[in-house]
């Protein structure tokens, strides 16, 4: 297959079958945790584009031959989704083809682009990502290629969030030793209360990392985390 993956029993989404767009790592990030290796040359957005036309076929067979139930059709894999310039036309495919609800997996640094915002707002989950709020352990974690303001971040995400009328949940990935302290899980605590989102996932690291800096909470630093983080609409992973 060439655009389909799984379905994944994914622990915040369910039975979720995945659409990667693309075939190696293209990111305009390169996350010290990020499952798909490191990203040797950044991707700018209109940069690329992928032919759709094998993608309905590809997908129509998939559903016929699946028995299974699937609670979301995602896009995911192994770059960032919005990058893609004709990701409406795989939108398309997928509301032509399946009744599934469509998710969008991002990092949402493009969630301020008009163009992005139009074609997100077709979907029914949109999950973005966001590891800080202080620009020093931003950096640090997700390693933009271009200069990107920390507040305009949280503020786009938020932005979108009160256009949108799908689910929206907001993800955050903690690593050991970096966004950890009191410090950073408090700016994380607040900028996640003011986006408001239906549920914040507190991820911790799960599979091999991009860079061995990348590592999982002890104990006591989880319990900080709950300390800090309410855990009602809040799930720790
Ligand atoms: S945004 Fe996602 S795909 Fe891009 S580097 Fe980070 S984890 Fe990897």
Not at 50 to 78: M, P, Q
Not at 163 to 178: D, N
Request: aromatic share 8%; charged share 25%; net charge neutral.
């Amino acid at each position: 297959m060439q655009f389909l993956f799984g379905p994944v029993k994914s622990r915040r989404l369910g039975n979720s079958l995945g659409v990667n767009l693309f075939s190696e790592k293209q990111c305009n990030l390169d996350c010290l945790y990020c499952e798909a290796g490191r990203t040797v040359r950044p991707l700018c957005v209109n940069e690329y584009y992928v032919e759709s036309s094998s993608f309905k076929e590809e997908l129509s067979l998939f559903l016929k031959n699946c028995s299974e139930e699937l609670d979301y059709i995602t896009f995911s894999g192994i770059g960032e989704p919005t990058l893609c310039e004709n990701l409406d036309e795989f939108i398309e495919i997928i509301r032509e083809v399946s009744q599934c609800k469509i998710g969008v997996i991002t990092n949402g640094i493009l969630l301020g682009n008009s163009k992005i915002i139009e074609t997100l707002l077709k979907v029914d989950m949109v999950m973005p990502s966001l590891d800080s709020a202080l620009k020093k352990s931003f950096q640090k974690i997700n390693r933009p290629f271009s200069n990107i303001e920390i507040d305009k971040l949280v503020a786009d995400i938020k932005q979108f969030g009160n256009l949108f009328k799908g689910e929206y949940f907001l993800e955050i990935m903690l690593l050991s030793g970096i966004n950890t302290s009191a410090n950073e899980l408090k700016a994380l605590k607040k900028a996640s209360d003011y986006i408001a989102s239906d549920k914040v996932f507190l991820n911790v690291l799960d599979r091999i990392p991009a860079y061995t800096e990348s590592k999982k909470l002890t104990q006591v630093e989880k319990k900080n985390v709950k300390k800090i983080f309410s855990l009602k609409n809040e799930i720790l992973l």
